[in-house]
């Protein structure tokens, strides 16, 4: 079977692309998916928030991509899910673009032979240089996860811009299938607002799962766990949940 490759993407920093990742993931896992993580990030927080030390792994997504080790060499297994691990060496390729001869499609060569998994999904980085072209070059889907905050908005015209370039000059199939709002607050007048406001400009591109604001949530990396295993009957994990049946039924 051909993967459903999703990049989670926003170049705003701290919006929750690694909690959406990682708990999108073990979400699907749980839902019985063959799910492959893969983190793209050179802060490398997905990896850490597993519990992977990352500064001292040796096989990392960098060395795939550079060719240095095979795919399957540096995958590890986190509950029931494969993990292609980062670590700060990755921050090289935003600086040496000229040593990657296949360019914007070197991690899509990479991923290409991959037919054991249903979604392979991918941590962007908070910026959309070349790293980032990368991720939605290989990727069908786009999700981007939202607060609904009064700044959300201001970064989305630009993040369309870019995804359209990418559309047009890589990837004419990818989509942008789903914004995630997350963080979110009932409590906070504005956080509805914006939800509102943010339905009536994207429409159905919204997923209807809104990923509340549970500090659980935000604990569970510190022990390198993900929502199911730290509290499986929080707002966060029932939340997750919920997308993650809302991913699948959508394919
Ligand atoms: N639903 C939630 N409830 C509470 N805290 C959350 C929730 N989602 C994310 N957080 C917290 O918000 C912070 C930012 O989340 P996260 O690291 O996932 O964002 P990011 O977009 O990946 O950031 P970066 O751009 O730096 O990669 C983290 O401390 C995380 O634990
Ligand atoms: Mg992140």
Same mark, same amino acid.
């Given at each position: 079977?051909?993967?459903?490759?999703?990049? =989670?993407?926003?170049?705003?920093?701290?919006?929750?692309?690694?909690? !959406?990742? =990682?708990?999108?993931?073990?979400?699907?896992?749980?839902? #019985?998916?063959?799910?492959?993580?893969?983190?793209?990030?050179?802060?490398?927080?997905?990896?850490?928030?597993?519990?992977? %030390?990352?500064?001292?792994? +040796?096989?990392?997504?960098?060395?795939?991509?550079?060719?240095? %080790?095979?795919?399957?060499?540096?995958?590890?297994?986190?509950?029931?899910?494969?993990?292609?691990?980062?670590?700060?060496?990755?921050?090289?390729?935003?600086?040496?673009?000229?040593?990657?001869?296949?360019?914007?499609?070197?991690? /899509?060569?990479?991923?290409?032979?991959?037919?054991? /998994?249903?979604?392979?999904?991918?941590? !962007?980085?908070?910026?959309?240089?070349?790293i980032t072209v990368n991720a939605l070059a290989c990727?069908?889907?786009?999700?981007?996860? =939202? +607060?609904?905050?009064?700044?959300?908005?201001? #970064?989305?015209?630009?993040?369309?811009?870019?995804?359209?370039?990418? +559309?047009?000059?890589?990837?004419?199939? =990818?989509?942008?299938?789903?914004?995630?709002? &997350?963080?979110?607050?009932?409590?906070? /007048?504005?956080?509805?607002?914006?939800?509102?406001?943010?339905r009536e400009r994207f429409g159905d591109k919204v997923?209807? &799962?809104?990923?509340? $604001?549970?500090?659980v949530v935000a604990e569970a990396p510190s022990f390198? +766990?993900?929502?199911?295993?730290?509290?499986?009957?929080?707002?966060?994990?029932?939340?997750?949940?919920?997308? !993650? $049946?809302?991913? %699948?039924?959508?394919?």
């Amino acid at each position: 079977m051909k993967p459903d490759i999703i990049a =989670l993407c926003n170049q705003k920093g701290g919006v929750g692309k690694t909690t !959406c990742a =990682l708990n999108i993931a073990a979400g699907l896992t749980r839902l #019985g998916k063959k799910v492959l993580l893969v983190d793209f990030d050179p802060q490398a927080h997905l990896t850490y928030s597993l519990g992977i %030390v990352a500064h001292d792994l +040796q096989k990392t997504v960098y060395s795939v991509i550079k060719g240095l %080790v095979p795919l399957e060499e540096a995958l590890l297994e986190h509950s029931g899910m494969s993990v292609l691990p980062a670590n700060i060496d990755l921050a090289q390729m935003e600086n040496e673009k000229a040593a990657f001869p296949e360019g914007e499609f070197t991690l /899509k060569n990479k991923l290409a032979g991959i037919r054991d /998994k249903e979604y392979i999904l991918i941590d !962007c980085p908070p910026s959309t240089g070349f790293i980032t072209v990368n991720a939605l070059a290989c990727s069908r889907e786009i999700y981007i996860p =939202l +607060q609904m905050e009064f700044l959300a908005l201001k #970064g989305m015209g630009r993040l369309m811009n870019r995804i359209e370039e990418v +559309q047009k000059s890589f990837n004419k199939n =990818l989509k942008i299938s789903g914004i995630i709002p &997350t963080r979110f607050d009932a409590r906070k /007048k504005l956080n509805n607002a914006i939800m509102d406001s943010i339905r009536e400009r994207f429409g159905d591109k919204v997923f209807s &799962t809104v990923i509340r $604001e549970n500090i659980v949530v935000a604990e569970a990396p510190s022990f390198g +766990q993900t929502i199911f295993e730290y509290a499986p009957r929080s707002h966060g994990a029932e939340d997750f949940l919920s997308l !993650c $049946e809302e991913i %699948v039924k959508k394919k």
